[in-house]
């Protein structure tokens, strides 16, 4: 019989990194992540890996660089204010082509905000997040098991694109306990990793670097770089349908808010409404496609966030023109409740 | 004929770019003499700190990593952990690392990182264009402080060698100058100890080299040279400022 354990968000996705073979871990203690670095000061030592306490945020993503440098699977994680922190260090990850997973328990915001969940930093993970023309692959999870499932696929995701991958994930999947299947590792075939630095010992010299200075060498490398984003738009893209067949209106969420909606759903199919619901999984690259697919047979659409207004946007670029998409944004306090949803279900339906 | 002078096996066979009279040549002389001195040439891995030391990778015929401005001696943290018994040196500049970069060397100093670091202390920002950097001297002028820096408007010039030796972390704290060939000696012994030290798990290892930058600073060679020993001597003493003896120190 499977193994189950009653976890926490935080703890589960920790326990994931190190089982997908992570073994250096930067951290700079920020509310609602702490237990992810406190996990890894306790486990890291146990199965010889490293954790260091770093000074601040920016030297963790710079720390992440190094062991990621030396050929090391390697994470940080922090919440919004500190994860603005890193986007210099993201972005040379980027530049360098080098792997690494950041985490990001979203906490609310502009600012230091407040410790709730929220959804306000979906423009800053999808867009790059820091300077220059890139992006990272972005996992939304929305259960305890997809924080532990979603951490194991990312260090791979890393590795096989030579790319930063952001987990995104929010105060309550960080913080709530629900019981998981603590399902083993099962890597993905990768290439290998000729590139690392390890000492110019019977090779060349290798070298990492974003700096690039001689004429036209820039854009070669940014073409490069957009031929890895187009390439991860094709193989990496991975979302659910809920109830979609013959669907009237469907609801557009990822993370705590489609959590929430798979209830609220339940609450609208009781009352007769044919609702479904479509998750993004993978934000970065977001399914422009199937959201296209399915636009083609449903013509309304309800993007739920805890913001006031991001991933709909992605929605309403992916839909067939003649597609109708609304919008509820409920900004951090509290995550929506689903009756609360259901009423504005029955606005748009 | 027997050759008794020539190119460290750690540089490449390449012309530098640097500017005449730039001290950063012969410091990676130093740092390449140190490297092959001690046979480590293909188990080190060097870290290109922002400026004109980014180049590194073009004339150190070994593994280089270039961190964002500032942030070396994390990347070498990050290195060293994973690679305990690879050598690792930054390299930075004093605006790199005595200005955005001082947490990071602060910390890494700290926490005893078995690193090298060579820091390369010219009183100017020299790529951007000779703006004034946190060791800039008092009246120094630069394109950001035209009429001399000024302690009530700017501050001091920092002495990092000094205060890095106040760390507990620090096993080996050093400034040299490379003006005269006497200084050039005692800076090749500085850096060499510096590598040997990590060789011999040790710690933390610092070199502050007071280096010239005649295009920035509006001189020639000879009379940058003359400048770094009337006015940076006096205000950067020379000296070892911490060395400890043996690893039960630690």
């Not at chain 1, 994930?169 to 629900?178: N, S």
């Not at chain 2, 010039?157 to 040299?176: D, K, N, Q, W, Y």
Request: charged share 20%.
């Amino acid at each position: 019989m499977e193994k189950r354990l009653f976890l926490k968000g935080n703890e589960s996705l920790a326990m994931g990194a190190i089982k997908a073979g992570c073994r250096y871990y930067f951290g700079y203690p920020i509310t609602p992540q702490n237990d992810i670095p406190e996990y890894f000061s306790r486990h890291m030592a146990q199965v010889e890996g490293c954790f260091i306490q770093a000074e601040s945020e920016v030297a963790s993503i710079n720390m992440l660089l190094g062991a990621a440098a030396a050929g090391a699977r390697a994470m940080t994680s922090s919440s919004s204010p500190g994860i603005s922190l890193m986007q210099e260090g993201i972005s040379y990850l980027a530049g360098s082509e080098l792997p690494g997973v950041i985490v990001n328990v979203n906490r609310s915001g502009p600012g230091l905000g407040g410790i709730s969940a929220s959804q306000g930093d979906y423009f800053q993970a999808t867009r790059g997040g820091g300077h220059g023309d890139y992006r990272t692959i972005v996992l939304a999870p929305h259960s305890v098991q997809e924080m532990h499932d979603l951490a194991l696929l990312a260090f791979d995701l890393a590795d096989k694109y030579r790319n930063p991958v952001v987990i995104l994930a929010d105060a309550v999947l960080g913080q709530m306990q629900e019981t998981m299947v603590d399902r083993p590792y099962q890597p993905l075939p990768l290439p290998p990793k000729d590139w690392i630095l390890t000492g110019a010992c019977g090779r060349k010299p290798n070298l990492l670097k974003s700096l690039y200075l001689k004429e036209g060498e820039m854009e070669k490398h940014n073409w490069k770089l957009f031929a890895k984003y187009q390439r991860m738009k094709k193989e990496e893209v991975r979302y659910e349908l809920a109830l979609t067949e013959e669907a009237e209106l469907v609801i557009a969420a990822y993370g705590t808010t489609a959590r929430v909606s798979k209830t609220a759903l339940r609450l609208a199919r009781a009352a007769g409404m044919k609702v479904g619901l479509f998750r993004p999984l993978t934000l970065f690259p977001f399914p422009e496609e199937a959201m296209l697919r399915l636009s083609r047979g449903v013509k309304r659409f309800l993007a739920i966030e805890m913001n006031t207004g991001q991933m709909v946007e992605d929605v309403k670029l992916s839909v067939a023109r003649d597609a109708e998409v609304f919008f509820y944004g409920h900004p951090p306090g509290s995550p929506p409740d689903p009756e609360e949803l259901l009423e504005e279900i029955k606005k748009v339906y | 004929m027997q050759q008794v002078f020539k190119r460290p096996q750690s540089l490449k066979n390449v012309p530098f770019h640097f500017c005449p009279g730039c001290h950063h040549g012969l410091i990676h002389r130093l740092v390449g003499e140190a490297i092959d001195y001690f046979n480590l040439r293909e188990r080190t891995i060097g870290v290109a700190g922002v400026g004109c030391s980014v180049f590194v990778y073009e004339y150190f015929d070994i593994d280089v990593a270039e961190a964002p401005h500032g942030r070396a001696p994390a990347v070498a943290t990050g290195l060293k952990r994973v690679l305990p018994d690879r050598i690792i040196f930054t390299y930075q500049g004093d605006g790199d690392l005595a200005s955005i970069g001082m947490s990071e060397i602060v910390h890494t100093a700290n926490r005893g990182e078995n690193i090298t670091v060579i820091f390369v202390n010219n009183t100017v920002y020299g790529m951007t264009g000779g703006q004034m950097a946190p060791t800039t001297i008092l009246g120094q002028q630069t394109t950001t402080s035209p009429y001399g820096r000024d302690f009530r408007q700017d501050g001091y010039p920092i002495r990092m060698a000094e205060m890095l030796a106040t760390l507990e972390g620090t096993s080996f704290c050093v400034r040299v100058a490379l003006n005269t060939p006497a200084n050039l000696m005692k800076a090749k012994k500085a850096v060499r100890r510096a590598f040997e030290m990590q060789v011999n798990n040790m710690g933390f290892s610092f070199v502050e080299l007071l280096s010239s930058c005649p295009t920035n600073w509006g001189m020639n060679s000879l009379k940058a040279h003359e400048r770094v020993a009337k006015e940076l001597i006096p205000y950067f003493p020379l000296g070892i400022f911490k060395e400890r003896k043996a690893t039960e120190e630690l």
